[in-house]
T-cell receptor, first 115, second 112 residues
């Protein structure tokens, strides 16, 4: 299957700082990327959907000014957690689709810990 | 609303045991159903899928049948191996829409 690379795989940051997470499709053009968040022992929750070259669509309850998503090219989307707080500590995972079929391919996820 | 409910884990089985992980969904319309697997330290991988009622998805010895009458998509494997130890997620979407709704995941551990 297609490969999606997410970086970093884990990060620790101080409260008040911003953290950027990258999601890259390595061997296909990702017209759509999805960002999910997973709390311990809970399901993955969709945060936002981004289409290349346009603004992301955020799910209800997700602060767009807090979680900045950029999808500037067909192979890269970034999620920036701004002014991070300990409650933002979570597992963030992206997926990417070329819109040619119903399968989206996932990155390996990023474990964010805010101290 | 639209949701996916799956068996809570963790599940621990001996090698060669029979596995069932239950999954039910509530949805209007005609969802596609998926099982994803997450091995330690890796991202989610699609294990199998079914796009319409009575379809059976299968891969690596795992099977799941799309049962519209019971709104279920239970995952089964006849003889599990240690290498099957992972977290399994049931998920659904709608045709042509890659937005996925996931269950909570079931951690499976297989002991030799």
């Amino acid at each position: 299957g297609a490969v999606v690379s997410q970086h970093p795989s884990w990060v620790i940051c101080k409260s008040g700082t911003s953290v950027k997470i990258e999601c890259r499709s390595l061997d296909f053009q990702a017209t759509t990327m999805f960002w999910y968040r997973q709390f311990p022992k809970q399901s993955l929750m969709l945060m936002a959907t981004s289409n290349e070259g346009s603004k992301a669509t955020y799910e209800q309850g997700v602060e767009k000014d807090k979680f900045l998503i950029n999808h500037a090219s067909l192979t890269l989307s970034t999620l920036t957690v701004t002014s991070a707080h300990p409650e933002d500590s979570s597992f963030y995972i992206c997926s990417a689709s070329d819109n040619m079929n119903t399968e989206a391919f996932f990155g390996q996820g990023t474990r964010l810990t805010v101290v | 609303g639209n949701s996916v409910t799956q068996m809570e884990g963790p599940v621990t089985l001996s090698e060669e045991a029979f596995l069932t992980i239950n999954c039910t969904y509530t949805a209007t319309g005609y969802p596609s159903l998926f099982w994803y697997v997450q091995y330690p330290g890796e991202g989610l991988q699609l294990l199998l899928k079914a796009t319409k009622a009575d379809d059976k998805g299968s891969n690596k010895g795992f099977e799941a049948t799309y049962r519209k009458e019971t709104t279920s998509f239970h995952l089964e494997k006849g003889s599990v191996q240690v290498s099957d130890s992972a977290v399994y997620f049931c998920a659904r979407t709608f045709f042509g829409n890659e937005k996925l709704t996931f269950g909570t995941g079931t951690r499976l551990t297989i002991i030799p």
